[in-house]
């Protein structure tokens, strides 16, 4: 069946990094766009990132715009997601999710498979 595991959250500190990873199975990964999506606490999901099939072309919210990258490596079925200067109001739980089409939009609603999630937690 189709899964999407989720590593590399943790507890950080503001302005550190954390590098998160989505292994992905039971589909095409190439074909796909990707995306991240985040869920702070009490709040509603909030789109972060996407990046098409091909890997050529990614797009960014803009509250994690120029802090984060997303990237991804077709050859290991494997998403990840850069985050630098990392704040407290990143703080939140990290789903990463698969588009069903070649190009991924802004809104969670574009995504139709997701991850378990892997929790964001930064603090002093």
């Known amino acids: 069946e189709v899964q999407l595991v989720e590593f590399g959250g943790g507890l950080v500190q503001p302005g550190g990094s954390l590098r998160l990873s989505c292994a992905s199975s039971?589909?095409?990964?190439?074909?796909?766009?990707m995306g991240w999506v985040r869920q702070a606490p009490g709040k509603g999901l909030e789109w972060v990132s996407g990046i098409n099939s091909g890997g050529d072309t990614s797009s960014y919210a803009d509250s994690v715009k120029g802090r984060f990258t997303i990237s991804r490596d077709d050859a290991k079925s494997t998403l990840y997601l850069q985050m630098n200067s990392l704040k407290p109001e990143d703080t939140a739980m990290y789903y990463c999710?698969?588009?069903?089409?070649?190009?991924?939009?802004?809104?969670?609603?574009?995504?139709?498979?997701w991850g378990q999630g892997t929790q964001v937690t930064v603090s002093s």
């Open positions: 999710a698969k588009s069903p089409s070649v190009v991924g939009g802004r809104d969670p609603n574009d995504y139709n498979i």
């Open positions: 039971g589909f095409t990964f190439s074909n796909y766009a």
